[in-house]
């Protein structure tokens, strides 16, 4: 297995948790085809920006040092 031991290193240097949300999506290959979609007040807003994002929920991500405790 390739990276197993990398892997299994990781797991036990870290504890990550993580919020079942998903990850905002950025639209900018097809930003000329929004923009002609576009009403008038819309393309003078989307205009301005090189990225647009739609309605975008920012999950928290957790990553925690494990502690190094005493082997019994």
Not at 35 to 58: C, M, P, R, S, W
């Amino acid at each position: 297995m390739i990276g197993g031991k990398r892997r299994m290193d990781f797991k036990k240097l870290f504890h990550v948790e993580s919020d079942n949300l998903a990850v905002p999506e950025i639209h900018s290959e097809d930003f000329d085809e929004r923009q002609d979609k576009a009403d008038d007040q819309e393309n003078a807003e989307l205009e301005k920006k090189d990225i647009v994002y739609d309605n975008v929920a920012i999950p928290e991500i957790h990553i925690h040092r494990k502690k190094k405790g005493k082997k019994q």
